[in-house]
């Protein structure tokens, strides 16, 4: 009985909180990240996983899939970083390894500089308190035998941020609401819920540690394309209120430009090219990238683009082709292509490319 | 005489006591050589439109309550089953959104193909004739294809394989359900690119169902909104990109983001699709309209033909309508 008034008064405790943050300056006119001194937040250096596909007859492995091939990148805190590339080209491998969810084979991963890839479980899981994943399938990544409050309670427990019980409800209220959900709904189990109502629970989720970085890896690519808007405009509306960082995965490069500060494209598990995103949607550089953009279908008739049409599809990570690994399917093809493989050179001021052929 | 014309057609699922229904008095039609979209969100009711063409649907449980679906004039809820034979693959050919799980994975798929010319051109039923197929579809070296397992293949070779199985019985509509959305990026325009050359080189139709706006601009001539089991909007493709008029269709291509923009923000819509067991009184949008009024949710509204061929179901998309950025 106690506890039901308690977290009630605590619900009110949050509307009022909500309330005032609506109070807040418009978005763009002051942004509360202007305060922050921008630090680099992550530091990836050099990332490599390859997975074991056929082993001898004693186990050892004979070939690998090189799924991730030398991946090297910062993010800054707040900043969105927009990953983007076909099924297949080590995105979400990437995603996965930089939260340790996958081993690595290579590199370095850097939170707040200290190295987490080399990390012991009993020493990363107090570290995994800084970041956490948001998953493409809303169905598939929440329990459907825990309600909505066991499964928001869940990392809250584990990393022990509640006091007490009343204290571990009224959090879970706030961050129904912080995600657009009435409080009201913590008892109920995911099947009650629509896709886009799971997917803000899986982000509420996310959120209950307090992270500084969110992996999301193709958040709104199951959703309905009326919902998709709602989802995009919550994470961005959460990033300004909590200071995040997103490595935002996804397939389709309109969301990335919207949502993204930088992008990085990937290919075969490398990055063809990283900038600014809107240089890079706009001015792409890499042959690859160019073709990406032309393949997007677009609405208004009035803006046709001129179709560069990619011949054949991405090529086995299996056996990835000598050279540059696009240069089968590329239309600039040189024979230096075929041999060398390009490294990532800078075209203009955080403008990068991996071309032989790519000119500023 | 348009070669589909879907009049008036009603269709249930559930109980009847609790009736869910997914179509409600859907009129379309589809004239010779012209490529429709049908463009919803999921639960809208586009699919078992699509699939009733050729009474796919079971019955039970789906129960169709009214309405007329002629093909060629002749009404295909009342053939009989030899009839109705006769209409799938040789007037109607299908292709679904997840090729691995339409094709057979035992059998090779120059034997899958081959089974869709045993059934309609006996005579053709050779591997000469499949190979000419897989060409047509632009699958590299067709000859070594034959042999292999759909396992072996790419999405984007599988979709292609299932395109030649459906145009191997010559159909004169083709409808493709979402047979672009599990496929990456570049390979949907492949595949988008041989739909339109196909069709061109075939003269066949096709029903296109997305809930893409973009491919709509890529491909259709005529473009039918469907909102909760009911068709919102119908009219040419360009005209509605241009200048969609009813606040479902113009917030939906608001809520898209599109390359090369600027905007801060996207307009959402609010709310959610709604079930088919709760559709809204009146206007079926009316809870998520940024523009409704207030009889909007008495009064449900007829679609009312705005211009020649142009039909919108709003009475005030000439108050609402704001053309978009």
Sequence with gaps: MRQDSASRLSCLCCTQMLDRRDACPAPGSQRPDQFQVKTTLLQVQDLKVHFPVRRTLFGRAKEFVRAVDGVSFALQTGETLGLVGESGCGKTTLGRAIIRLIELTEGTVSLEGEDISRMSDARLRPQRRKFQMIFQDPYGSLDPRMTVEQIIGEPIDIHQLAKNSADRRKRVCQLLNDVGLDSAHAQRYPHEFSGGQRQRIGIARALAVEPKLIVCDEPVSALDVSVQAQIINLLKDLQRSHALAYLFIAHDLAVIEHISDRIMVMYLGRVVETGDAKTVCRSPKHPYTQALISAVPVVDPATKRARLLLPGEPPSPLNPPAGCPFHPRCPLVEPRCRTETPPLRELASGHQVACHVAQP | ?325
């Design chain 2, 1 to 325: 005489m348009p070669l589909l014309e879907i009049n008036n057609l009603t269709l249930e699922f559930g109980t009847p006591a609790n009736p869910l229904r997914a179509v409600d008095g859907l009129s379309l039609s589809i004239a010779d050589g012209e490529t429709v979209c049908l463009v919803g969100e999921s639960g809208c009711g586009k699919s078992v439109t699509a699939l009733s063409i050729a009474r796919l649907l079971p019955t039970p449980p789906a129960r169709y309550l009214g309405g007329q679906i002629l093909a060629e004039g002749r009404d295909v809820l009342q053939m009989t089953k030899t009839e109705l034979r006769a209409i799938r693959g040789g007037i109607v050919s299908y292709i679904f959104q997840e090729p691995s799980a339409s094709l057979n994975p035992v059998f090779r798929i120059g034997a899958q193909i081959k089974e869709s010319l045993k059934l309609h051109r006996p005579d053709a039923a050779t591997d000469a004739e499949v190979i000419r197929l897989l060409k047509l579809v632009g699958i590299p070296a067709p000859e070594s294809r034959l042999h292999d397992y759909p396992h072996q293949l790419s999405g984007g070779t599988q979709q292609r394989v299932m395109i030649a199985m459906a145009v191997a019985s010559e159909p004169k509509l083709l409808v493709a359900d979402e047979p672009t959305t599990a496929l990456d990026v570049t390979i949907q325009a492949q595949i988008l690119d041989l739909l339109r050359d196909l069709q061109q080189r075939l003269g066949m139709s096709i029903l296109l169902i997305t809930h893409n706006l973009g491919i709509v601009g890529e491909l259709a001539n005529r473009v039918a909104v469907m909102y909760a089991g009911q068709i919102v909007e119908v009219a040419k493709a360009d005209a509605l990109l241009r200048r969609p008029l009813h606040p479902y269709t113009q917030a939906l291509m608001k809520s898209v983001p599109k390359l090369g923009s600027n905007a801060e923000r996207l307009l959402a819509i609010p709310g959610q699709v709604p079930s088919p067991s709760a559709f809204p009184s009146g206007c079926r949008f009316h809870p998520r309209c940024s523009q409704a009024q207030k009889d909007c949710s008495l009064k449900s509204p007829d679609l009312i033909e705005v211009d020649p061929g142009r039909w919108v179901r709003c009475p005030y998309w000439n108050e609402t309508t704001i053309v978009p950025q």
